[in-house]
């Protein structure tokens, strides 16, 4: 478990499937985050979470917890970790929606980056970011992540195309930036 003063983070486990379900079925969370934005049945859900997440040899989920309250707030996840080429994917979706634009994110992108670079000792970690994603952007600029590519027009979301942008940042960059 990783923990700051406010929210802690705790591997997934099956039991977290029905929450889960209801944070991937809400348009709300997944429109800014999910480039399919279908809707799942819960034995789906099961099924993704069993195989995809709780299997995976190659990615680490974990629940957001808000500290105070235990309540369980959202997701983060490494996937497709590549120890070969200490690489990999972020992924963060705040699910409760009361919680968003208060700073939980940053706090869990900063413990699993802790995690990812101190730990795991991974070279790079990246994310795609929607273009019309504004805060999340500037919350990954901030922590230290770099603009690395454009996947042009390849998000179509209320009628207009829309980029996905390709960030990244190194393990040397996230040091110096906990210097600061």
């Not at 478990?1 to 991937?24: A, C, N, Q």
């Not at 970690?125 to 019309?132: A, D, G, P, Q, Y």
């Not at 500037?138 to 960030?167: P, T």
């Amino acid at each position: 478990m990783f923990e700051t003063g406010r929210i802690y983070l705790r591997k997934m486990i099956i039991e977290d499937v029905p929450l889960y379900h209801s944070w991937r079925n809400d348009m709300d969370v997944m429109v800014s985050t999910n480039p399919s934005l279908d809707i799942y049945s819960l034995e789906e859900t099961r099924q993704f979470v069993e195989s995809v997440i709780l299997r995976s040899t190659s990615s680490k989920s974990y629940i957001i917890c808000h500290k105070e309250s235990e309540r369980p707030i959202g997701i983060t996840s490494l996937i497709n970790i590549d120890p070969k080429n200490r690489n990999a994917e972020f992924i963060i979706d705040i699910g409760e929606k009361g919680f968003w634009g208060q700073g939980y994110g940053n706090e869990a992108m900063q413990l699993l980056l802790r995690y990812a670079f101190l730990e795991l000792n991974l070279h790079r970690v990246s994310l795609r970011v929607f273009s019309f994603n504004e805060r999340a952007i500037h919350l990954y600029k901030k922590i230290g992540f770099e603009q690395e590519g454009v996947s042009r027009q390849s998000l179509f979301r209320k009628g207009q195309w829309h980029d996905i942008i390709h960030m990244g940042i190194l393990q040397e960059e996230f040091i110096e930036k906990l210097k600061e």
